[in-house]
């Protein structure tokens, strides 16, 4: 069942933190969420910052869905086996966003907004790039073995004939006769027998012989004049029979399996491959997410609340079915951090109406998804 977490921050006050529980109550978590202080550059770099976190939180979210969903693929939709997976640095997610700490050895505090940013972006691309070469490669392998198995296991219209057709009942060496393989459902083999001499001409009367037969299909061997080859197995196909083209090549039986032998192990092996760079990719990722989230809220923060930034940072550990609940009470404990952003009723308590946006609001490209605080919600 997915989580959600949710990132404010708040200006400091003494019993903040309390208000944050009393008002999230019995429908989240409130923990804290610890964030270093990092160098500030112009107000110019830090609002093209917010924007680069912005699209670089979206690719994020875009990334761990993937891998998600590979996992699913990998795994065959096993969720508690999927789960086993979702570690990031060893730990289960949950238990990783809980205690988060920003990696100060991989991502140094003392490095400006700007090139945090730039390295967060470049490790998400590599884990990208290594997480989709190695799945692709895994479809592509599995697709081959797949066709192999149905060479092994499939019926009469799709299988290999090599283990089953005898060499003998082909005309190999004849100038003018060419024998056709012709795979029947079983239902109509009657009407085959009846008609196959006269759907096309110089059929040699009386050729058709049963070679194989499955629970779906007949596979009989018929003869004809080359000249008319392909005008017979044309009137075939029309007829819902399917020619299946076969040359008898010695040794032919050994050389399938040991093909299908070697590629069932590679598959066995980029399969195991696919499953560890996922595995990674799923902890890279949330990793990856967790920091710019954490950048997002300081840059976020400071672009609110100025400077010197006095404010407190937590993350509220939350359901989807309940999140809503949380989102409505804090907007009405810390309403009053957005001035006449928000309307009011006459009891005073805060109303939804877009015409009591502000014009300075407004003229934002503010809706109804504005918050009086900073406010940002993942699921995971």
């Known amino acids: 069942m997915a989580t959600k977490y949710i990132f404010v921050s708040l200006p400091r006050d003494e019993d903040t933190f309390d208000t944050l529980k009393t008002s999230t109550g019995e429908n989240g978590d409130v923990l804290p969420f610890q964030i270093p202080n990092f160098k500030i550059g112009t107000l110019d770099a830090l609002v093209q910052q917010a924007d680069d976190l912005g699209k670089l939180e979206t690719a994020c979210q875009g990334l761990v869905a993937k891998v998600?969903?590979?996992?699913?693929?990998?795994?065959?939709?096993?969720?508690?086996?999927?789960?086993?997976?979702?570690?990031?640095?060893d730990k289960p997610t949950e238990n990783y966003l809980r205690t988060f700490s920003w990696n100060k050895v991989r991502y140094r505090a003392d490095k400006p907004i700007g090139e945090l940013v730039d390295n967060l972006q470049k490790e998400l691309v590599t884990i990208d790039n290594?997480?989709?070469g190695k799945f692709n490669q895994y479809t592509s392998v599995k697709t081959n073995f797949a066709t192999l198995q149905r060479k092994q296991t499939g019926n009469l219209a799709t299988k290999s004939l090599t283990p089953i057709v005898d060499p003998s009942v082909l005309i190999s060496d004849s100038e003018y006769l060419e024998t056709h393989l012709i795979a029947v459902p079983t239902n109509v083999k009657k009407e085959f027998?009846?008609?196959?001499?006269?759907?096309?001409?110089?059929?040699?009367?009386?050729?058709?012989?049963q070679v194989a037969q499955d629970d779906e299909f007949t596979l009989?061997?018929?003869?004809?004049f080359k000249k008319h080859s392909a005008e017979f197995q044309a009137k075939c196909r029309e007829n819902k029979w399917t020619p299946r083209p076969y040359k008898h090549v010695e040794g032919g039986r050994e050389e399938e399996q040991k093909e299908f032998d070697r590629v069932a192990k590679e598959e066995k092996k980029v399969w195991g491959e696919a499953l560890r760079l996922s595995r990674t990719g799923w902890s890279?990722?949330?990793?990856?997410?967790?920091?710019?989230?954490?950048?997002?809220?300081?840059?976020?923060?400071?672009?609110r609340y100025g400077l010197p930034l006095e404010y407190v940072p937590a993350l509220?550990?939350?359901?989807?079915?309940?999140?809503?609940?949380?989102?409505?009470?804090?907007?009405?404990?810390?309403?009053?951090?957005?001035?006449?952003?928000?309307?009011?009723?006459?009891?005073?308590?805060?109303?939804?109406?877009?015409?009591?946006?502000?014009?300075?609001?407004?003229?934002?490209?503010?809706?109804?998804?504005?918050?009086?605080?900073?406010?940002?919600?993942?699921?995971?």
Do not use: C
């Open 284 to 303: 890279e990722s949330v990793m990856i997410w967790a920091h710019v989230l954490a950048l997002r809220v300081f840059v976020e923060s400071v672009l």
């Open 193 to 209: 027998l009846k008609s196959y001499e006269s759907i096309s001409p110089m059929v040699v009367p009386r050729s058709a012989t």
């Open 220 to 224: 009989f061997a018929a003869t004809t």
């Open 68 to 89: 998600a969903d590979s996992l699913r693929t990998l795994l065959d939709g096993n969720e508690d086996k999927i789960a086993q997976q979702k570690m990031v640095n």
């Open 316 to 380: 509220i550990v939350s359901s989807p079915k309940v999140s809503k609940k949380v989102k409505d009470s804090l907007d009405k404990a810390f309403s009053h951090l957005g001035g006449n952003a928000f309307g009011r009723d006459k009891r005073g308590r805060i109303t939804k109406d877009d015409a009591a946006l502000s014009s300075e609001m407004a003229a934002a490209g503010l809706g109804e998804d504005y918050t009086a605080y900073v406010y940002y919600e993942i699921e995971v």
């Open 130 to 132: 290594d997480v989709k």
